[in-house]
């Protein structure tokens, strides 16, 4: 079992930033991709962002340039920049994690931005 607790959501104004974190615990040896989702309201949730083991990266088109994910294994722990935040960027962000086929979701951080 792994368990993820994100931190770091907040409500800022537009064209602020936040830092997402998500911490990784449990049964993390060969701990594999990991992702940033979200889910406004009313919506889907999405993928937002995600780094594999090796470090490669993937991100969404509507937040390449603004969000940066990144990884570090000595802490078991994966984070979201979030820099020019808009208010379509509100939602409640999940971290997910992989390993050896199971997937695993964190509880959310509410990221609010106003106008």
């Known amino acids: 079992q792994v368990q993820l607790v994100e931190s770091g959501g907040g409500l800022v104004q537009a064209g602020g930033s936040l830092r997402l974190s998500c911490a990784a615990s449990g049964g993390i040896f060969g701990l594999g991709t990991m992702g940033w989702y979200r889910q406004a309201p009313g919506k889907q949730r999405e993928l937002v962002a995600r780094?594999?083991?090796?470090?490669?990266?993937d991100y969404a088109d509507s937040v390449k340039g603004r969000f940066t994910i990144s990884r570090d294994g000595a802490k078991n722990t994966v984070y979201l920049q979030i820099n020019n935040l808009k208010p379509e960027d509100t939602a409640v962000y999940y971290c997910?994690?992989?390993?050896?086929?199971?997937?695993?979701w964190g509880q959310g951080t509410q990221v609010t931005v106003s106008s």
């Open positions: 997910k994690a992989s390993r050896y086929g199971f997937e695993y």
């Open positions: 780094i594999t083991s090796g470090g490669v990266t």
